[in-house]
């Protein structure tokens, strides 16, 4: 069995669930490095050990691995897409913005053997943000584990309940409709993630229960509260199982990003039935598609209107059904693994 190195700077489920597709046909060595710095002695040693490097986003943890397998003549697979591709000089977002980041994201990706990304939009992105033609990078969408089929390895480790329960509010209300968003709580989300346009929304549609799903990193989680209704609640983090029943609670799910290179809470809250409402933006339309709202805008009163339009549209099989057909685990299984047949 080959030897692969799998460079990562922090967990996200779509990571670890590429990292579980690899061990399926390689011996995988996980090397984790959060933050800028990292021991070169140790990430040499793992280089020469292996017989191909995956990557996940062009950033300081990638920089030294892709640029020694470039010099060693080694196969390797970079993903990207998100902060290393974009640039939002409208609220700070993206290493394309110019700087030391840019460089080092710029040249890690063109010492990749091999691009890839998540979506079509990711790909036009990196073409006009960094100059990298369309041609060299590869589009694999994410994989979304489908948790109401049981007995699979990979959707357990995801949670979630086959059974739908009654609704339920952010109370624990029942019969009250939930409108859910999922997102980090920092102070970058708040216009990113659109976490403060939700938040006030909740003030127009008093009669359903607004929940901000997600681990508080900063100071901006108590800022939402103070501007937040009583038919709001911000839960923290939470663990998979949690979050995954929260998917099953909820009649909506909004997405009132200013950039998203894929979104992945989107397709999950999909396969859950929730009818997503999201902002005409990145490549959420791509994802969601005829299945929910689009909204011009990420004002309140808009995602407002979104969300009431949403308990109307009764479309949340016809979401599910688009991730099972356009997004499922075996799509990603077999695109990442195309790409590393055709490295090696």
């Not at 938040?199 to 103070?226: N, S, T, Y």
Request: aromatic share 8%.
């Amino acid at each position: 069995m080959q030897r692969l190195l799998f460079v990562k700077s922090r967990t996200a489920s779509f990571i670890e669930l590429d990292e579980r597709l690899l061990a399926e046909r390689f011996d995988v060595h996980e090397l984790h490095q959060p933050g800028r710095f990292s021991d070169p002695r140790r990430v040499m040693k793992e280089v020469l050990a292996a017989d191909v490097i995956v990557g996940w986003w062009a950033s300081w943890h990638t920089f030294l691995p892709i640029t020694l397998a470039w010099l060693l003549r080694k196969p390797s697979l970079l993903i990207v897409g998100g902060f290393d591709t974009a640039a939002e000089p409208e609220f700070g977002y993206g290493f394309q913005l110019g700087g030391p980041r840019a460089w080092l994201s710029r040249f890690t990706m063109r010492r990749a053997r091999i691009l890839m990304t998540n979506s079509e939009y990711s790909r036009q992105e990196i073409w006009h943000n960094t100059g990298i033609p369309p041609h060299r990078v590869r589009v694999v969408y994410h994989g979304v584990p489908d948790v109401e089929r049981a007995g699979g390895p990979l959707a357990a480790s995801f949670g979630g309940n086959p059974e739908r329960p009654p609704a339920a509010g952010s109370n624990g209300n029942p019969g009250r409709p939930l409108a859910l968003t999922v997102g980090i709580v920092d102070r970058t989300n708040l216009e990113r993630k659109g976490l403060r346009a939700f938040v006030a929304a909740a003030a127009q549609v008093p009669e359903v229960d607004f929940v901000v799903a997600g681990k508080h990193a900063d100071d901006a989680a108590a800022e939402l509260q103070r501007e937040a209704g009583a038919n709001v609640r911000l839960t923290g983090w939470l663990e998979d199982r949690e979050l995954a029943e929260l998917f099953d609670t909820a009649a909506v799910y909004v997405q009132a990003s200013k950039h998203e290179g894929f979104g992945v809470s989107v397709a999950e809250a999909m396969l859950a039935r929730c009818v997503p409402v999201i902002t005409r933006v990145g490549a959420l339309p791509e994802v969601v598609g005829d299945t929910g709202v689009v909204l011009d805008d990420a004002r309140p009163a808009t995602v407002a209107l979104g969300v009431r339009e949403a308990l109307h549209l009764g479309t949340g099989e016809a979401a599910r059904q688009r991730v099972l057909e356009r997004f499922p685990v075996e799509g990603r299984r077999a695109g990442i693994f195309a790409l590393l047949d055709e490295l090696i």
